[in-house]
């Protein structure tokens, strides 16, 4: 009986006893992964909206910093609105004279939108430290390939690039690169060749220009065009590439881009809420994408309203087979305001609705250069 006894004590668990402890295992399993997997999209999620809001930051600040320098040293009254500038790289001319180089207008920004994508801002600056007030010829030039005879040298170097452009319509603007400066007779060369690659020989299909034209220098200047590609801020140095255009792509996750001119037209179009409608009176009136014409509709550009969509990473799993991250068009002041019709919305990559969440970013950025230019 003793025996038998110690036999029942040593049999172990029953079948029940592991089925019932299995049970409670897979139990605590699935609720711990559960609570894995919640809290780790929780945590991708912080994340990508911490990746958003640092994307769309930097490119807010990119584009800021950029704008805010616009218009330095062309800014004067009496260029803008030439057109587009003639210029010569390495053999082939830019597309106003019928090359293959893109066109340069001269302006301190240009709003480029198409219905339904991305617009585009192209910035252009000198980079000169003496360029605020432009020189001009003291004598007329008999034939485009000589040298410019100018009211004073200073500032202007080797390898600068200066602008020309005529004070009588129809005005023409012109872009040469210094190969030579000669300080005691004003004189400033600009030969073709390896030390200027800008310059065509002969001077080629550029305009002689006369005596009290204006000539700019431009230093090193800057024309960079800002756009979206592969769901990146892009940034494309327009004069110094050749015919095939350089993209380098500056800002992951940002998926759209929009401006708009900041206006002192004295038009009420109801995107500025003013007590007072008055032209040049050194308050924005307006805001819209229509690009100026000529040198007065230039002048009443004060400002520039922008703003980046940054898309968060982190795709969100269907609800019942339908996307419900974002179900509603992300809006801006652009695409919001008074106006009978919107001017541009926003456009998500992969439409209505969208698996991912956005975040927008805006600013109005003062063109300090267009404010305070030359009379």
């Not at 940002?254 to 409608?277: C, E, M, P």
């Not at 008074?338 to 970013?361: D, K, N, Q």
Request: a neutral charge; one cysteine or more; charged letters at 15%.
């Amino acid at each position: 009986m003793k025996k038998n006894l110690m036999r029942i004590h040593q049999r172990g668990m029953s079948l029940v006893e592991i089925l019932v402890a299995v049970a409670i295992g897979l139990i605590g399993i699935l609720i711990i992964t559960q609570a894995y997997i919640t809290s780790d999209n929780f945590n991708r999620t912080t994340l990508g909206e911490g990746g958003a809001q640092t994307n769309g930051t930097i490119a807010l600040f990119t584009l800021e910093r950029e704008l805010r320098q616009a218009g330095y040293g062309i800014a004067s009254s009496a260029a803008l609105g030439c057109g587009a500038i003639n210029y010569y790289r390495n053999g082939q001319y830019s597309g106003n004279l019928g090359g293959p180089l893109p066109n340069i207008q001269l302006a301190p920004v240009v709003i480029t939108t198409t219905p339904g994508v991305p617009d585009q801002i192209t910035v252009m600056y000198s980079t000169a430290s003496e360029a605020i007030v432009p020189t001009t010829l003291s004598k007329s030039m008999p034939n485009a390939s000589a040298e410019l005879s100018v009211d004073g040298t200073a500032g202007f170097q080797v390898g600068n690039m200066v602008l020309m452009v005529n004070k009588t319509p129809p005005q023409t603007c012109t872009m040469l690169e210094i190969t030579s400066v000669s300080v005691p007779a004003s004189n400033i060369q600009h030969n073709p060749g390896a030390g200027g690659v800008y310059n065509p020989p002969g001077a080629g299909l550029f305009p002689a220009y006369q005596k009290d034209d204006m000539v700019f220098n431009l230093g090193n200047p800057r024309v960079r065009t800002y756009s979206i590609g592969n769901n990146s801020l892009r940034l494309f140095d327009m004069l110094f590439n050749s015919a095939a255009p350089v993209t380098f792509d500056m800002v992951d996750g940002i998926v759209d881009l929009r401006a708009h001119y900041g206006k002192d037209n004295g038009v009420n179009n109801n995107t500025v809420t003013n007590a007072v409608y008055a032209a040049d009176d050194g308050i924005v009136d307006s805001y819209s994408s229509v690009t100026p014409v000529n040198a007065a509709e230039w002048a009443q550009v004060h400002s520039v309203r922008i703003a980046v969509l940054a898309r968060i990473g982190t795709y969100e799993r269907p609800t019942g087979g339908a996307c419900t991250a974002t179900t509603v068009t992300p809006t801006w002041s652009g695409s919001t305001n008074l106006l009978a019709t919107p001017l541009s919305p926003f456009v998500l990559p992969e439409g209505l609705p969208s698996c991912y969440r956005y975040r927008m970013f805006e600013t109005v950025i003062p063109l300090r250069n267009m404010i305070w230019r030359p009379a």
